[in-house]
């Protein structure tokens, strides 16, 4: 009888480790218009926990990562769980009008930046996650981070490209095992 992998209840996902050098000065952010970026406050977690939970739907993480991911309410039980690493000053929102529809986490420590996660709502997508990126990046020069360090999970290749578009650079690599 022949073995079918998809008999077994468990599966892996490469994830790649990647990170920057922040020497150089990186382009200016450009946002359409009526999109700017603000200050990640505390009160619009909830906001940005629906929007992180909505923006992994249907995605390879959702799969990888469903504690983290499958509901709003899981997103904000990951977000209490970091929020002791969370750097308000290189973590933010991008808003839309007064709505916020992406944001990037980071968090930090000796001159190391680490993104937690970008994420924008399906329907803004299309050049604003480079502008977020740049933007966050920017930050990160301003305070005296070296270096940025993200893990991507390798069959995101829409974050993938961007991040190596960016001029992030593979340093690593891990498997996580999850659940069918
Ligand atoms: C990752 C994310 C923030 C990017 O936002 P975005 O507005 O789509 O990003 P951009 O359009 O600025 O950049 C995406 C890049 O990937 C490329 N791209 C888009 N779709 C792609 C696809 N299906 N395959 C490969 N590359 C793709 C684009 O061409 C673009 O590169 P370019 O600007 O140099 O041409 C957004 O897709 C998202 O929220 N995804 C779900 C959450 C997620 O996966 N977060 C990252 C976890 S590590």
């Known amino acids: 009888m022949a073995i079918d992998a998809r008999d077994f209840p468990l599966a892996f996902a490469w994830r790649l480790e990647m990170s920057l050098v922040l020497e150089q000065p990186l382009p200016d952010a450009s946002l359409p218009s009526g ?24 995605s390879v993480d959702a799969r990888v990562f469903p504690e983290l991911l499958q509901s709003p309410q899981a997103c904000l039980r990951a977000w209490a769980r970091t929020k ?24 930090g420590a000796r001159g190391v930046a680490t993104i937690d996660c970008v994420a ?25 981070y070296q270096v940025a360090l993200l893990s991507v999970t390798a069959e995101n290749t829409t974050a993938l490209t961007l991040y190596e578009r960016l001029g992030f650079r593979e340093v690593g690599w891990s498997i996580s095992i999850y659940r069918r």
């Open 84 to 107: 002791r690493d969370f750097d308000p000053r290189t973590s933010l929102v991008l808003m839309r009008g007064a709505e916020p529809v992406g944001f990037v986490r980071a968090a």
């Open 35 to 58: 999109m700017a970026f603000a200050d990640l406050r505390q009160e619009q977690l909830p906001a940005l926990a629906r929007i992180e939970h909505l923006a992994f739907a249907g």
């Open 120 to 144: 924008v709502l399906p329907e803004f997508r299309g050049g604003v996650g480079r502008a977020l990126m740049l933007e966050a990046l920017r930050r990160m020069r301003e305070h005296r």
